[in-house]
């Protein structure tokens, strides 16, 4: 199956003044956009054409490292947009997240911090991930566009610490975007979805 851009649950302004109309524009209709068409360009040379994009992911990876890294950045985007929204964030975890919070990450104050913390540690681009792994929720980072999926893991969050999310905006300032993403952006409806499914 071939990959296509999802459009925006959203307005290019909806995530203002935390992520501008600008940055979603450049990162949604062009770095987005490119991941898409040199991922089908490539997964078809691979005979890959007709898979899903988390099978490409998983059979390209340590195999055919350019495919892998615009699968695994698509995978990556489908997920980011809908981790965010207007008037998302805050303290406030839908019932059964909140207890596996408390359980597994120390209560959501902590995952705030630690989930900061990796996305700055994070040297160069790559992401931070609160993932689901062997029935528990731990916090991940990876570089580029690799993902918990190739690590034995559910991706259930994700934040994107790749320049172009945060430089038209913050500049150099990523703490300061990691913090806006956690407090003002996070879906977390969204994450409940991913955290429920990885149950299935």
Known sequence: MAFTLP???????????????????????????????????LAAEAGMGDASVEEVVMQS???NQPLFNNAAQHYNHIHFWKWMKKGGGGKSLPGALQTAFDSDLGGYDKFRTDFIEAGKGQFGSGWAWVAVKDGKLSIMKTPNGENPLVHGAK?????DVW??????DYRNARPKYLEAFVDSLINWDHVLELYEGSKA
């Open 7 to 41: 459009e925006l649950p959203y307005d290019y302004e909806a995530l203002a003044p935390f992520m501008s109309k600008e940055t979603l524009e450049y990162h949604h209709d062009k770095h987005h956009n490119a991941y898409v068409e040199m991922g089908n360009k």
């Open 155 to 159: 991706p259930i969050l994700g934040v």
């Open 61 to 63: 990876y340590g195999k």
């Open 163 to 168: 320049e172009h999310s945060y430089y038209i």
